[in-house]
Every structure is written in structure tokens, then in C-alpha cells.
């Protein structure tokens, strides 16, 4: 399995980074998870094709983590000339979600004629796995009102495993998405002081030993959290940074 990090930033941009996207390679294909606002310059800043993906699993219903979707249809269907199914999965209320949003940017767009065929699975968090493009795919609940259920993402390829804690703040479900995972995406917004809805790194710091994972890495910072960096690292955590890629 290969992890490469499409987009790392928060909702802001902040330090240049792009919204979240994980892509995540192995023989069986290729999926993604999160495909925010600016997610697709990032992907082709990255040189890659849309045609690679077979599904995207998005972790909570906010701009910065699923509002990249409208645009990748479009292009896929006017640039990239689709042709192969793709699915998209994510918590309950996600098919509503992004018809909403599909017809706020592009008015009329849900109406296309589509040249290839995608489908909305909605996985309520806490479920069985499910498989989504060839991966086993398991969510679970964390805390990050979104005005539909947030969760952390759990992605195997029955040799490999990816983990994600989505947007949220400390919760007792962290752990259980962290274990055994050969990679565990973590957020970590802030750092000066407690961000409400998202961990900062005094409270990740605090908790590191429930965190059961081989290899921890953070994301989704701020800028205080971006300025404590040096500090970050010297716990032995890893820092994403768009492009970077992670052989598991």
C-alpha cells in the first residue's frame, strides 16, 4: 500500500497547503479519502490522473473535505472523458449533501447526461466494513459537528492498513480507529491553545500512548500548530505536507 498526501491544509489553506485528500495505492486500485474544495489543483499540480480512481470515501461533511467532489465529476466527464463506474462513499446524509452542492456551484448540474456511471454509498459509522473500490473500508463516529455524522476512516487492503481520525476533537473512539494501523493520519489544528471541534497538540501529546498505531503522522494544522513543528517532530511524529508519499 502507498499513501500519498494530495492535500494536508486546514479549511484555510494555512501555510500553502491544499484541502485533504489521502490517495491511497494498492494492486486491487486506488482510493481516496477526502476530496476538499481545492483538493483537484493539488492533483494535478501532483501530475495525476482522475482516471486512476476507483472510489473516494469522504470522512465529514464539510467545504474543506468533500466540496472538491462537483469539480472532479465535471472533469471527469468533460476533461478526463470517464468511462469507468465510480463510487462514492461516506457518512449518511452525504447523496443530498452533494446534490446541494453540485447545484449551488453549477446550477443544472445534476441533471447531466453522464457519460460514466458514480453512485453515493452512505455507510452509517460503527457498521461492518464495507468493501468500496476494492478496500475494505470501516468508519467510525468522532466529535465535529458537520450537520451529519463525522467519523475516523479505517482503509485495508487485507496486507495493509491506513487509518484517519477526520475533523475532531479528543474522543474515546480515537484509539480504536489508531490500532494496528501501519499509518495513522491524526488532525491536529492548534497548538497555543484548545481549538474547539478539533485536537491540538498539547491534548495529542497527552494521549499519545493510546494511539496504538506503527507510524503517527499529523495533519490538518493551523498556524500555531505549523510553528510547533520542531516540537511535533521531536516526539517522534511525522508532519504531512502535500506530495508526500508514505510506502507501507
Known amino acids: 500500500m502507498k499513501v500519498t498526501v494530495v492535500g494536508s491544509g486546514d479549511a484555510f489553506g494555512t501555510g500553502g497547503r491544499s484541502n485533504t485528500c489521502f490517495r491511497v495505492d494498492s494492486d486491487g486500485g486506488t482510493l481516496l479519502v477526502d476530496f476538499g474544495a481545492s ?31 462537483p469539480f472532479l465529476l465535471l472533469e471527469s466527464q468533460f476533461v478526463s472523458e470517464r468511462r469507468k463506474p465510480l463510487v462514492i462513499a461516506g457518512p449518511p446524509g452525504l447523496h443530498t449533501r452533494l446534490e446541494m452542492a453540485c447545484e449551488v456551484l453549477f446550477p443544472g448540474m445534476t441533471g447531466n447526461r453522464w457519460a460514466f456511471p458514480w453512485s453515493v454509498v452512505e455507510i452509517d459509522p460503527g457498521g461492518k466494513d464495507r468493501d468500496i473500490a476494492g478496500f475494505s473500508v470501516r468508519t467510525i463516529e468522532v466529535r465535529h459537528p458537520s450537520g451529519a455524522p463525522a467519523t475516523g476512516i479505517r482503509v485495508s487492503d487485507g496486507k495493509k492498513l491506513f487509518a484517519y481520525s477526520g475533523d475532531t476533537s479528543w474522543t474515546a473512539s480515537l484509539p480504536a480507529i489508531a490500532q494496528d494501523a501501519d499509518l495513522f493520519m491524526c488532525e491536529c489544528y492548534g497548538a497555543a491553545h484548545p481549538i474547539p471541534n478539533h485536537i491540538d497538540w498539547p491534548n495529542l501529546r497527552a494521549n499519545l500512548s493510546s494511539l496504538k498505531a506503527k507510524r503517527i503522522c499529523v495533519t490538518h494544522m493551523g498556524r500555531s500548530a505549523l510553528d510547533a513543528i520542531p516540537e511535533i ?9 502535500d506530495g508526500k508519499v508514505f510506502d507501507l
Do not use: C, P, Q, Y
Open 233 to 241: 517532530k521531536a516526539a517522534g511524529l511525522m508532519v504531512a505536507e
Open 39 to 69: 483538493a483537484l489543483v493539488s492533483w494535478n499540480r501532483l501530475g495525476m490522473s482522475t482516471l486512476d480512481i476507483g472510489g473516494i470515501v469522504i470522512s465529514h461533511l464539510h467545504g474543506d473535505h468533500f466540496a472538491g467532489l
